[in-house]
């Protein structure tokens, strides 16, 4: 079993759409929480960082950790075409070693 | 402020050759790491370097090494090439080490193997 699961999707909405992306982890020890977004032919862009459980919201994004469920998840509001990417959820027990889910390509239709 | 940069952004290489791999963090950045991704086992630490030192290591075998200089600039070596080191090999880079803190990644350097 891998210590991150999310679903690769692909996952197609209709701009304006709110999206939900999860992620479910089984390592009871990790506390730090980071979604990543990546655009085709670059690197992971860091969108949202979280401690431990709760909310937090940054313009139309929202991160939420369950550590009683283990279970991640990032909304995104009024989708837009340029939110087209693949989404990375990655926890961290503190050290700097990330373990990434495998990503969910998502795609926003005009 | 610069983000990070990494060089070569593309190589081609044979197998039994050897590769190295360039990255500059970003400015007042002291942690470097080092990521594979491939299309089937995704994003997979290498190892992370701290004041020169190798604070963290993935399960990588030993072909894959590093080194950090004293300006936190870090290259990231490969020897005997195998068909499977294809991939995209990535480089990450945070204020400190520990404690969780937020990486910011290049786009990679894109290695193809022959």
Known sequence: ?110 | KAGVTQTPRYLIKTRGQQVTLSCSPISGHRSVSWYQQTPGQGLQFLFEYFSETQRNKGNFPGRFSGRQFSNSRSEMNVSTLELGDSALYLCASSLETGQGQPQHFGDGTRLSIL
Do not use: H
């Not at chain 1, 991150?4 to 009871?28: F, H, K």
């Not at chain 1, 085709?40 to 369950?66: H, I």
């Open chain 1, 1 to 110: 079993q891998k210590e991150v699961e999310q679903d690769p999707g692909p996952l197609s909405v209709p701009e304006g759409a709110i999206v939900s992306l999860n992620c479910t982890y089984s390592n009871s020890a990790f506390q730090y929480f980071m979604w990543y977004r990546q655009y085709s032919r670059k690197g992971p862009e860091l969108l949202m960082y979280t401690y431990s459980s709760g909310n937090k919201e940054d313009g139309r994004f929202t991160a939420q950790v369950d550590k009683s469920s283990k279970y991640i998840s990032l909304f995104i509001r009024d989708s837009q075409p340029s939110d087209s990417a693949t989404y990375l959820c990655a926890p961290t027990r503190g050290a700097q070693k990330l373990v990434f889910g495998q990503g969910t390509r998502l795609t926003i239709n005009p």
